[in-house]
């Protein structure tokens, strides 16, 4: 059975929401953890110090934008030289903005190319930057993306959203197939999540009542 205890995990977007939970989680096991945020900086150094205390692992946390090449490969490093390694990356940050599904012009082209460097092309500069430390492991390396469910249905905060996820999945099918040797490589594919982001997402589409909403995830 695989062990949490003493392995490095990364974690992307992990300074709120699921990210919080999991980097939490992953703790209470003995796993040593590095907090990705993008601006939650007080939230991401509060969670690292409760951790530390908590369960006696090592907590760093790493400012950076995960849909940003530089800043992926910086956290990868990052982690590396100041935790000794690196085992796992839940690569779990993302973006959309709430819309209607049906409407074409919702976002602009700066917005569908954020959803795709968020969504997609973030995750695949994260696994590419980890892929020789998880090949050089004795027991290889995990990635893990945090899909949706709007990956798989034609449904979701946003159609841009939805198509974007859909590419990250197959994404991880890909990579799973072509370097998973040493690497497991899969998805979870949660539904609507009442997290902090989520539920300011939708204060504001009620508030405005304009059907749509732009809040920026973790």
Same mark, same amino acid.
């Given at each position: 059975?695989?062990?949490?205890?003493?392995?490095? #995990?990364?974690?992307? @977007?992990?300074?709120?929401? /699921?990210?919080? /939970?999991?980097?939490? %989680?992953?703790?209470?096991?003995?796993?040593?953890? #590095?907090?990705?945020?993008?601006?939650? %900086?007080?939230?991401?150094?509060?969670?690292?110090?409760?951790?530390?205390?908590?369960?006696?692992?090592?907590?760093? +946390?790493?400012?950076?934008? #995960? @849909?940003?090449?530089?800043? $992926?490969?910086?956290?990868?490093?990052? +982690?590396?030289?100041?935790?000794?390694?690196?085992?796992?990356?839940?690569?779990?940050?993302?973006?959309? %903005?709430?819309?209607?599904?049906?409407?074409?012009? =919702?976002?602009?082209?700066?917005?569908?190319?954020? $959803?795709?460097?968020?969504?997609?092309?973030? !995750?695949?500069?994260?696994? %590419?930057?980890?892929?020789?430390?998880?090949? #050089?492991?004795?027991?290889?390396?995990?990635?893990?993306?945090?899909?949706?469910?709007?990956?798989? +249905?034609?449904?979701?905060?946003?159609?841009?959203?939805?198509? +974007?996820?859909?590419?990250? /999945? !197959?994404?991880?099918? $890909?990579?799973? !197939?072509?370097?998973?040797?040493?690497?497991?490589?899969?998805?979870?594919?949660?539904? /609507?999540?009442?997290?902090?982001?989520?539920?300011?997402?939708?204060?504001?589409?009620?508030?405005? @009542?304009?059907?749509? =909403?732009?809040?920026?995830?973790?």
């Amino acid at each position: 059975m695989y062990s949490l205890r003493n392995r490095v #995990a990364l974690i992307t @977007g992990g300074s709120r929401g /699921l990210g919080a /939970l999991v980097a939490q %989680k992953y703790a209470a096991e003995g796993c040593n953890v #590095a907090i990705n945020y993008a601006s939650s %900086k007080d939230a991401a150094e509060k969670l690292a110090a409760e951790l530390q205390e908590s369960y006696k692992v090592k907590a760093i +946390t790493i400012q950076g934008d #995960a @849909g940003v090449q530089n800043d $992926c490969v910086n956290a990868v490093k990052t +982690t590396i030289d100041q935790l000794g390694g690196l085992d796992i990356i839940v690569s779990n940050a993302g973006w959309t %903005k709430m819309t209607k599904f049906n409407d074409l012009d =919702a976002m602009n082209d700066e917005e569908w190319d954020k $959803c795709w460097s968020m969504n997609v092309k973030g !995750h695949f500069y994260l696994f %590419k930057a980890a892929l020789p430390t998880f090949n #050089a492991n004795p027991e290889g390396g995990v990635f893990l993306l945090t899909s949706s469910i709007a990956a798989v +249905t034609p449904t979701g905060s946003s159609l841009p959203y939805a198509i +974007t996820k859909a590419g990250g /999945l !197959h994404m991880v099918k $890909c990579l799973a !197939h072509t370097q998973g040797s040493k690497v497991r490589v899969n998805a979870v594919l949660p539904g /609507l999540l009442l997290t902090e982001w989520v539920s300011s997402a939708i204060a504001v589409v009620v508030k405005l @009542g304009r059907g749509r =909403a732009n809040v920026d995830e973790p």
